[in-house]
């Protein structure tokens, strides 16, 4: 896979990228709240997102945490036995910036093995959990690279207190790590940025998550168009957890358990227009050119 042939696919989009971060509920609050044994739902949550990929026969890159393969391999052989891509989402979902460079770069170096055996393929793309590349945690991008990646989706082109680059260009690109004017392509890693959309010369969060569920789909459908017309596909995401209508008995701050759980039992709805409207692939077989 080189750059040069990412690009020809790139320009001519016949579709757009669905991803998946596969963690549970409690991945998501973990930054907030501690949950003492908490009970998984992923055994209820992701069949829901595969059954809706395999009826409206769409095709995602699923960005599976380390700790999740550990648990439910047969989750991981499922997503793979159904044409998707299996990606990694790093292995405990911590900030990158809170375990720093050597724990990130083991964390890497696990969940890709454990996947890699699971998979029985090599790892091609990569998600930081929360989006944590941003430009004080840029050094993030070359463990990845060096851990054997070609793709990553990790930078949010947006402002937020926790994640994202703004002024990263929005259309998938390639980031390079040499100083040098003719780069070699090793010292390349193509960037899949979340769909935003520009409003008052900013860029505003759209593409999945909380901002689909607050938002809503016609927001995210427009932006999707708006990418495409300028000849470049959309990098949406969702979680397994936001197409489970459970809430959990949790207590942590009520405004961002408000925002984290907010209508998560609509979400499903939401994904099914999407998914009627759009052509979805995974990274890997949009750049392949593999995409009937
Ligand atoms: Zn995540």
């Given at each position: 896979m080189t750059a040069s042939k990412f690009m020809n696919c790139?320009?001519?989009?016949?579709?757009?990228?669905?991803?998946?971060?596969?963690?549970?509920?409690?991945?998501?609050?973990?930054?907030?709240v501690e949950v003492p044994s908490p009970?998984?739902?992923?055994?209820?949550?992701?069949?829901?997102?595969?059954?809706?990929?395999?009826?409206?026969?769409?095709?995602?890159?699923?960005?599976?945490?380390?700790?999740?393969a550990q648990n439910f391999p047969e989750l991981v052989e499922r997503i793979v036995?159904?044409?998707?891509?299996?990606?990694?989402h790093g292995f405990s979902h911590r900030h990158i910036e809170e375990i720093?460079?050597?724990?990130?770069?083991?964390?890497?170096?696990?969940?890709t093995r454990l996947l890699e055996k699971i998979c029985g393929s090599p790892m091609l793309s990569f998600r930081a959990p929360i989006f944590s590349i941003t430009k004080s945690t840029f050094w993030g991008l070359k463990i990845i690279k060096k851990n054997g990646y070609i793709f990553d989706s990790s930078i949010f082109p947006t402002y937020h207190p926790f994640y994202g680059i703004p002024n990263e260009p929005c259309q998938p690109?390639?980031?390079?790590?040499?100083?040098?004017?003719?780069?070699?392509?090793?010292?390349?890693?193509?960037?899949?940025?979340?769909?935003?959309?520009r409003f008052l010369n900013t860029n505003i969060p759209v593409g999945g998550g909380a901002y689909l569920r607050f938002l809503g789909q016609l927001l995210l459908?427009?932006?999707?168009i708006n990418?495409?017309?300028?000849?470049?596909?959309?990098?949406?995401?969702?979680?397994?957890?936001?197409?489970?209508?459970?809430?959990?008995?949790?207590?942590?701050?009520?405004?961002?358990?408000?925002?984290t759980f907010h209508?998560?039992?609509?979400?499903?709805?939401?994904?099914?227009?999407?998914?009627?409207?759009?052509?979805?692939?995974?990274?890997?077989?949009?750049?392949r050119g593999d995409i009937t």
């Open positions: 790139a320009s001519n989009p016949p579709a757009n990228i669905l991803t998946v971060d596969v963690e549970d509920w409690y991945h998501g609050i973990s930054r907030y009970k998984s739902r992923l055994q209820y949550s992701l069949p829901i997102i595969l059954d809706l990929l395999r009826e409206y026969r769409a095709k995602a890159t699923f960005f599976v945490l380390g700790e999740v036995a159904e044409g998707h891509e299996v990606g990694c720093g460079a050597v724990a990130f770069d083991e964390e890497v170096r696990k969940a690109h390639a980031i390079s790590f040499s100083d040098k004017k003719n780069n070699d392509l090793e010292d390349e890693i193509i960037e899949f940025p979340i769909l935003t959309r459908a427009n932006s999707v990418m495409n017309t300028k000849g470049w596909p959309a990098t949406i995401y969702i979680h397994p957890w936001e197409l489970d209508s459970f809430v959990p008995n949790v207590k942590f701050n009520p405004a961002i358990k408000f925002i209508n998560v039992g609509k979400t499903k709805r939401y994904l099914e227009t999407l998914l009627r409207t759009f052509k979805f692939v995974s990274i890997r077989d949009f750049c």
